[in-house]
């Protein structure tokens, strides 16, 4: 059996043994072929995509993703970007001048914008002798009345809908919320519209361009106005990612570059390596572009761990090429008893890291199925590299032979002899040395916690991070939890009985403040519903609520549609089945939100089980739960 195994092995590297006299007889052959590959490989890299949105942490046919497309069909995006702006009071000439001029100019110039919700379109819905109006809450041109604008401030600062969304409780500050459309239309070469749903490169345009225009109105308005929200920050990431990817990947090299010279002392010990590393990294992010992953926050270290992984098999072929060769080898000859020597040693070890990261792609989550794919495919790829264009460029370089001093590594031996000899002599202290150690680690690595937070990746002083967390404080959130409510039949959430159920859990919701977030506000058609019926009974209070009578809902509903279709369709769909209920809170880590999930979730059973009303999650804040909770499950399967 021994002898079995011992003439197999000898038969595979005296296959590498040949390979290495094949390549090093026809170096420019061998050259040209694989650089023509790589060449075609490379030439896919300019579809290479970033991707750092949530929802990309997920596969596109997934369950919870598919639930999201839907809803972005129905109500567009729930990813917002917001202006604010700091005032002693909105309610002046001057200001509202401004608002209008900023909210209009945000209509007119930014590109795939969809909706801004601002003071300047916000409804003032109100009533007189049974007739209702809707009005602007903070027009253009204000009354010259001072009673009817402090009525207009007041029902600003009191309504349900716009009191810390659109004006903070203290009337210091106003938000413009800015959202995108979900897809654009385009026009193929048959000059046929093509709908595409937008990419990161659509939404940077935006973002450029809100920026551009928020400095343009803090210059002119003499005031402080921040762009801040969720888009922002994902944004934000994405740059990061970008940067990481670069600057990971040029300090790799340098570091690599240096222990090379000092490992070899020779021009081509680091040249050589350095040229596979870069063929390496290249022929990977091919292959990513080829099956379109994008790059996202996990993958952004790929090329610094293929660099690693590329160098460590060029070093062990270099380091018996240089012995034999500098011994007085042809050096054809040298080249292949190094790859008959070394090539077996390269193959199992590229095959056991590829194994050992094949582990990641069993997960849910596709960052880190895509990490572990690629990571896997780049060992593989630079076991090849290094086994036929590695022996191409060596035959091809002009490498010098250096004369063999005995005393050489003498340090080196040294100390490797010490270590045998104490490992020898002290074996049993030092194995269990190594158990204690062992379990200490375990102990110490059992109190790491999980943590999911984006705000945290930001440095502390990053102008975003202090907006956001500025908007907090003023308005109480910046994240949301959008709900579909489906009552299954046209028309069915004109049912008195479900709506209040809806309303009454949207006051509960609201005093769920805990440790870990904050629950600010919950917003439905309730709140339409019921600041239409309070209008309708000349603005009284006591008729803030929802009516017992389906069709004096569907009247006032149908009143709504006529005067502000786009505020209602935001919250219900044309055929009223659908219903929107967004939960706002701060922006909190996601390890928590898997609970408060499952919070929601059993009061909502609890309130619609009359009504047989099924209901969903989605938006970008539940996927992140998800997305978390999946992620835990992956880390420890792998």
Known sequence: ?????????????????????????????????????????????????????????????????????????IFGRDETFVITVETKD?????????????????????????????LANAR???????????????????PTDPDEIAKLKEYALNSENYKNFLISEDGKMVALIVRLNSF????????????????????????????????????????PIDLTGGMPISLELSELTRLDFIVLAGLANLI?????????????????????????????????????????????????????????????????FYRQYDEGDEKIHALAKALGHTGLAMLFTSITTAAGLMSFATSDLTMVSALGIYGALGSLVAFLLSVTILPCLIALAPIKRRRLHQDENKIMHRFLGWCARTSVRFAKPIVITGVFLLVGSIVIASQLKFSHYPLSWLPPDNPYTIAIKKYEEKMGSTTSIEIVLDTGTDRGILNPGFL?????????????????????????????????????HDNDEAHYSIPNDPNLI????????????????NVVDKDFRIARLTVTSTWFDGVHMQALLTKLENRLKEALDPYNVSFSFTGVTPIMGVTFAKMLVSTAES
């Open 1 to 73: 059996m021994n002898s079995k195994k011992a003439n197999w092995k000898s038969k595979v590297e005296d296959g590498f043994e040949q390979m290495g006299l094949i390549v090093g007889n026809h170096p420019w052959r061998w050259l040209l072929g694989c650089l023509l590959i790589i060449g075609m490989l490379a030439s896919q890299l300019g579809h290479l995509k970033q991707d750092s949105s949530i929802e990309g942490f997920l596969p596109k046919d997934s369950k919870v993703i598919q639930s999201y497309v839907d809803f972005k069909e």
């Open 184 to 223: 654009n239309y385009e026009k193929d070469n048959n000059g046929e519209l093509q709908r595409r749903y937008l990419e990161e490169a659509d939404m940077l345009l935006a973002y450029e361009k809100l920026s551009s225009i928020a400095e343009q109105y803090s210059q002119s308005m003499a005031t």
């Open 554 to 569: 569907s009247q006032e509903l149908f009143l709504v549609e006529m005067d502000e279709p786009d505020d209602l369709y």
């Open 124 to 142: 003032h819905t109100h009533g007189k002798d049974d007739t209702l109006y809707v009005d602007e809450l903070l027009p253009e041109v204000l």
């Open 500 to 536: 209040r159920a809806v309303d009454q859990f949207q006051q509960e919701v609201v005093d769920w403040d805990t440790a870990d977030y904050n629950i600010a506000k919950a917003i439905s058609v309730t709140n339409i519903i019921k600041e239409t019926n309070r209008a309708l």
């Open 256 to 320: 690599i570059g240096i222990v090379l010279l000092l490992i070899f002392k020779r021009i081509s010990g680091v040249a050589l390596p350095l040229v596979i590393m870069l063929f390496g990294v290249t022929v990977t992010m091919s292959l990513m572009a080829i099956f379109g992953t994008p790059i996202q926050v996990s993958t952004s270290i790929l090329p610094a761990f293929l660099l690693a992984v590329c160098v460590g098999d060029s070093i062990h072929l270099l380091t018996i």
């Open 90 to 118: 909105p309610y002046t000439q001057e200001f509202a001048t401004q608002l209008h001029a900023l909210h209009q100019q945000l209509m007119d110039e930014v590109p795939y914008i969809a909706t801004v919700d601002s």
